[in-house]
Structure formats: structure tokens, C-alpha cells
């Protein structure tokens, strides 16, 4: 996301139809995105464009646009009250099965672009990926780099952008430079004509750009986005504890070491960890490495359990970006049955062991996975084995190790594992190394106790 603000000598190209493209290739041609509506010139216009391997979306000011060549958007082949799936050859689903949170187009392009009215678009031919190796260049980009002619113009942006973000995170424009060359700070006579006061604030302007937000009671901060519940009054959590509110009500998280509803009381924990639902342990990737699809990977654990689901470990990819379709490797509990899963790319492996094992009992479990081949055994008994669909072997999850659960695990995991593990793990190895020693090993952890 960003606001831009554009003048009149921005180039001839653009300034023409006063509209926004998107474009992205991945190696089989161009998606093409263009916006419907027309940004005005000398006013902050917001730009939302979103990638999700050939599908993309684009929204101005939260308006609709429509979709390019390549995008399957064109002349409308549905009948009235359908939906037509973006890469077209006539796959029509119904109107109301449109953002219900489960695909029914082949391409998932019914689920793209919801909670906002924005474009469609998807990239031709059957590459996914982006390789992209140059750094990120903003308005412009150095003279000795090549641009594609598919971009469709060469000139630099004439004008002011601000507020940019990526994967939701704000970028610090000032402090992430590498090179510039040819900017200088946006200068504003009417800095608040883009609101940044945000929850009913209101906005003064002030001399040479700046602004003042007043805000309503509740709210504080620069531009009032800080909401004044009981963790910002009077947060009650010790030792770094994060503190969250439920129906106004102040809860503590307490990280690894730390018990107690402040986390106020020391915990020693070693070998052995209870876990809550709402509980993980971070663990270095470096403790195990997946690029030989000869070695054998071997996992051990220690469980218990009542419940009928939860993650027990996790390996994705890294912080923020959504796994959905992207490589990971798991132990988890799904409807009582203990599923040791993985995906190399071309399909995932699911290994089930046909007993349940959410007695309360204590139960021994041996994963190994050998590029496509992947084994699972419990309590000695014999091992069942599994493969991955495909021919790839290696298993690219550059993020770290998760037990028991992670941070936003609808993101990280793309939607697979959602519950935390509820229940005792203890006795973990990674490749046949000793024990794990949770409190030394661990680099994060939170909500977590001794058994």
C-alpha cells in the first residue's frame, strides 16, 4: 500500500489516461491490472496492489477496476448472477459463492480481492514464482538498469509518495536507502487533504507541511491510531509479558521462563513443556538443514494429549508471509490421528496413523522424511510410510522451528493448522542430537509452563 500525489509533469503516457497499471511476469508472460478510475492530479491517491503466485489484485481509493489482456476478465461469457473464474474458459460459479472463504474457482480466484472492491488479474502460462534479484527502486530506477519493455514506459514519477507498505509492515523510507538520486522531502500546503488522522480524528494543518491530529478521547498517538484500552492505561504484564485485552479486560502472554496471570512468577523449564492451545516455542532453523534430499531427517517427540487437534511442529516459511501452497514440513493432531505432513511443490504428503492418540497417554513418535519418502511410527510400533505427489525432492522452508503452536498460524501455516497443541511435549530431537533444552535453545516462546 502507498498514497501517491502527481503532477502535471509526470509522463505524457500516464498523464493521458490518468490511470494505474499493475504488472507482474513470472516467466510465461504479463499479468496487466489496469484501475477504471481515474486519479486526479495534486491529490493523494491510495494504492493497494496484492500478489498471490499468477494472481493479482489492484485498488484505488478502494474503488473497482477492471482487468487487462492475459487476465481472463474481458467480455463477461457468464450468465447473469454468476461468477467468472479469472483465468475464463467459461468456468462460471455462483454470484453468492464469491468471498465465502473456501475456493470453488480452480484458480481460487473467487477468494481474491474480498473485503475490498478491486481488479483481477492473473499472469498466462504456469509459472508462479518471482525471481527477482535487483534491489527495490522507488519512482525510478538507476540509469545503467535495464527495464522491461513490457513495463511500458521508462520516464520517472513526477510527484510525492508516502505512507508505503509491504506484507503490512511500513517501510522507513529514510532509514531503508541504499542509493537515491534526484528527491527531496514532499513539501505540503495542505498536508491534511490526505487524512492521516485516523478514528475520527481531526486534522489541522500547520506551516511548512506538518499537521496536528486532534483526537477523540479514546485515541492517541501521532495520528490517534493507538486505541487507550487497559494495556495502554495500565498494563499489568511483568517481564515483557504482551498484554492484550478481551471485553476490556487486561491478559497477559508471558514469554518462555515466565508463569503466572502477570508473569510476575519464574519458571524453570528444560526438557519438557505444557502448552495451552495458545502457546509455541521458536527454535533456529540451523538445527536442521534440508539441502541434501539424500539425508535422512529424523524427528522425535514425547506427547500427551486430550484433544483432538493441534500443531505440534511446524517448519514454513519466514515471518509475515502467508504459506498458503508454499513449502513446510509438520507433526500435528487432526481429529484425534496424529498427520505428519510435508510439501516439496508438487503436491503435499499427508502420513496419518490410523489409531488415535488423544488418550492422555504418554506416546512416543518417530517422523523421517528422505526427499520424497516420508515415515511415521508411534510406541514402536511399525512404521507406515508415505511420499509426496511430483517429482521435486527438496524442501525449501527458510523460517524457523515452531513447537506447539506459532504466531498467526491462520498466515503462516496458509490456513492448515490453526489450533495450538494442548497437552505435554517432551523428549525432543532434531536429527538425532541430544534432548532440546527449551530454555537455552529456544529464540522466542510464549504461554508455556513445565509439565
Known amino acids: 500500500m502507498m498514497l501517491v500525489t502527481m503532477d502535471m509533469a509526470t509522463s505524457s503516457?500516464?498523464?493521458?489516461?490518468?490511470?494505474?497499471?499493475?504488472?507482474?511476469?513470472?516467466?510465461?508472460?504479463?499479468?496487466?491490472?489496469?484501475?477504471?478510475?481515474?486519479?486526479?492530479?495534486?491529490?493523494?491517491?491510495?494504492?493497494?496492489?496484492?500478489?498471490?503466485?499468477?494472481?493479482?489484485?489492484?485498488?484505488?481509493?478502494?474503488?473497482?477496476?477492471?482487468?487487462?489482456?492475459?487476465?481472463?476478465?474481458?467480455?463477461?461469457?457468464?450468465?447473469?448472477?454468476?461468477?467468472?473464474?479469472?483465468?475464463?474458459?467459461?468456468?462460471?460459479?455462483?454470484?453468492?459463492?464469491?468471498?465465502?472463504?473456501?475456493?470453488?474457482?480452480?484458480?481460487?480466484?473467487?477468494?481474491?480481492?474480498?473485503?475490498?472492491?478491486?481488479?483481477?488479474?492473473?499472469?498466462?502460462?504456469?509459472?508462479?514464482?518471482?525471481?527477482?534479484?535487483?534491489?527495490?527502486?522507488?519512482?525510478?530506477?538507476?540509469?545503467?538498469?535495464?527495464?522491461?519493455?513490457?513495463?511500458?514506459?521508462?520516464?520517472?514519477?513526477?510527484?510525492?509518495?508516502?505512507?508505503?507498505?509491504?506484507?503490512?509492515?511500513?517501510?522507513?523510507?529514510?532509514?531503508?536507502?541504499?542509493?537515491?538520486?534526484?528527491?527531496?522531502?514532499?513539501?505540503?500546503?495542505?498536508?491534511?487533504?490526505?487524512?492521516?488522522c485516523k478514528n475520527n480524528g481531526v486534522c489541522r494543518n500547520g506551516l511548512e507541511g506538518e499537521y496536528e491530529c486532534s483526537c477523540t478521547e479514546d485515541y492517541t498517538g501521532i495520528n490517534c491510531e493507538i486505541y487507550k484500552d487497559e494495556c495502554y492505561l495500565n498494563n499489568p504484564c511483568k517481564n515483557d509479558g504482551i498484554c492484550s485485552t478481551i471485553n476490556n479486560v487486561a491478559s497477559c502472554s508471558c514469554p518462555i521462563g515466565f508463569v503466572g496471570k502477570t508473569c510476575s512468577r519464574t519458571a524453570r523449564i528444560r526438557r519438557s513443556i505444557e502448552f495451552e492451545e495458545d502457546g509455541y516455542v521458536e527454535l533456529s532453523s540451523d538445527l536442521v538443514k534440508h539441502n541434501d534430499a539424500q539425508i535422512i531427517e529424523e524427528y522425535t517427540f514425547t506427547i500427551s494429549t486430550f484433544n483432538a487437534d493441534g500443531l505440534i511442529f511446524w517448519q514454513g516459511q519466514l515471518?509475515?508471509?502467508?504459506?498458503?501452497?508454499?513449502?513446510?514440513?509438520?507433526?500435528?493432531?487432526?481429529?484425534?490421528?496424529?498427520?505428519?505432513?510435508?510439501?516439496?511443490?508438487?503436491?503435499?504428503?499427508?502420513?496419518?496413523?490410523?489409531?488415535?492418540?488423544?488418550?492422555?497417554?504418554q506416546h512416543?513418535?518417530?517422523?523421517?522424511?528422505?526427499?520424497?519418502?516420508?515415515?511415521?511410527?508411534?510406541?514402536?510400533?511399525?512404521?507406515?510410510?508415505?511420499?509426496?505427489?511430483?517429482?521435486?525432492?527438496?524442501?525449501?522452508?527458510?523460517?524457523?522451528?515452531f513447537i506447539g503452536g506459532m504466531p498467526n498460524s491462520e498466515v503462516g501455516t496458509g490456513g492448515l493448522f490453526n489450533i495450538g497443541f494442548s497437552g505435554c511435549i517432551k523428549d525432543v530431537t532434531i536429527q538425532q542430537n541430544s534432548r532440546i533444552n527449551f530454555q537455552s535453545l529456544s529464540k522466542s516462546g510464549y504461554n508455556v509452563k513445565p509439565c
Open 13 to 196: 503516457r500516464l498523464l493521458s489516461s490518468m490511470i494505474i497499471e499493475f504488472k507482474f511476469d513470472s516467466g510465461s508472460g504479463p499479468a496487466i491490472i489496469k484501475s477504471s478510475e481515474r486519479i486526479r492530479v495534486g491529490e493523494w491517491t491510495e494504492i493497494v496492489a496484492r500478489r498471490e503466485q499468477k494472481l493479482g489484485s489492484l485498488s484505488i481509493n478502494g474503488g473497482v477496476a477492471v482487468t487487462d489482456e492475459g487476465s481472463g476478465d474481458g467480455d463477461i461469457s457468464c450468465p447473469p448472477g454468476n461468477f467468472e473464474c479469472v483465468t475464463g474458459n467459461y468456468e462460471c460459479i455462483p454470484e453468492e459463492y464469491r468471498c465465502d472463504d473456501y475456493p470453488d474457482c480452480r484458480d481460487g480466484s473467487d477468494e481474491l480481492g474480498c473485503g475490498d472492491m478491486s481488479a483481477r488479474g492473473v499472469s498466462p502460462g504456469e509459472s508462479i514464482g518471482l525471481n527477482l534479484k535487483s534491489p527495490l527502486y522507488i519512482g525510478g530506477v538507476d540509469p545503467l538498469v535495464r527495464v522491461n519493455k513490457d513495463v511500458g514506459t521508462e520516464n520517472g514519477f513526477v510527484g510525492c509518495i508516502s505512507e508505503i507498505s509491504i506484507r503490512g509492515i511500513p517501510l522507513n523510507i529514510t532509514n531503508s536507502v541504499i542509493k537515491s538520486y534526484g528527491v527531496s522531502e514532499c513539501v505540503e500546503n495542505q498536508p491534511c487533504r490526505r487524512q492521516p
Open 319 to 361: 515471518p509475515k508471509i502467508n504459506g498458503k501452497g508454499k513449502d513446510f514440513i509438520a507433526l500435528a493432531v487432526e481429529n484425534g490421528q496424529l498427520v505428519f505432513s510435508y510439501e516439496l511443490g508438487s503436491g503435499p504428503a499427508n502420513i496419518t496413523w490410523s489409531e488415535k492418540i488423544n488418550d492422555g497417554q
Open 364 to 401: 512416543t513418535i518417530v517422523a523421517t522424511r528422505t526427499g520424497r519418502i516420508g515415515t511415521l511410527q508411534v510406541d514402536r510400533y511399525n512404521r507406515i510410510e508415505g511420499s509426496s505427489k511430483g517429482v521435486l525432492r527438496d524442501l525449501n522452508v527458510p523460517g524457523n522451528i
